[in-house]
């Protein structure tokens, strides 16, 4: 089985998640697991006043995704920053690009499931998480949740989510990360 990550990461929280997914899912027998950035759509001036050229630069590695790498997929989780509530502007561009997708029925009945990012505790993670599924659902496919109550977490049945603090001190927790 093809399993496909892709995300985007400002300041490098939603990234720590996504290394979290792919150590799971490599667990997983007779898959393989291919993580892959969605493609900057900020000029780079704005990314050094936010002060995310430094956090950018420890995920250059990671490969910018493609509609082919999406088509390829049996199953993919995506993650994204909370945008006010939203996700964010680069994956909302990206997913504007994926008509010919849509018109083919490349992802129809294939599993996924959303992860996010917020500054706050109630920060928009819900939201964000049910933008991203309004989009997949128009692509025909089985959302996959997750939730927890034992402790504080970011995780809610929308799915997996951080809290990164104001200013970014806080990291994914390990609950978060299982
Ligand atoms: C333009 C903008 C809007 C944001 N909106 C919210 C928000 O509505 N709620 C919130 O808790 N955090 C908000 N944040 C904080 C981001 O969600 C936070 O920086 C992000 O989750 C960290 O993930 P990253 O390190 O992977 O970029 C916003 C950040 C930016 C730059």
Not at 143 to 171: H, V
Request: glycine share 10%; net charge negative; proline share 6%.
């Amino acid at each position: 089985m093809k399993f496909l990550i892709l995300y985007y990461s400002m300041f490098g929280h939603v990234h720590r998640m996504a290394e979290a997914v792919a150590d799971g899912a490599r667990d997983v027998p007779d898959t393989e697991v291919i993580l892959c950035r969605i493609p900057e759509t900020l000029p780079p001036d704005v990314l050094e006043k936010v002060g995310a050229i430094e956090p950018q630069k420890s995920i250059t590695h990671i490969p910018v995704c493609t509609l082919q790498d999406l088509a390829a997929a049996d199953a993919m989780i995506f993650g994204t920053p909370t945008r006010f509530g939203n996700m964010c502007g680069q994956m909302r561009q990206f997913f504007d690009t994926t008509g010919g997708i849509w018109k083919a029925g490349s992802l129809v009945g294939k599993v996924r499931s959303v992860f996010s990012s917020s500054a706050t505790q109630h920060g928009g993670q819900e939201p964000t998480i049910l933008s991203v599924h309004t989009t997949l659902l128009y692509h025909g496919m089985i959302i996959a949740g997750q939730a927890r109550l034992d402790e504080i977490t970011g995780c809610s049945p929308y799915g997996t989510s951080t809290i990164a603090g104001n200013e970014g001190w806080r990291w994914p927790s390990e609950n978060e990360l299982a």
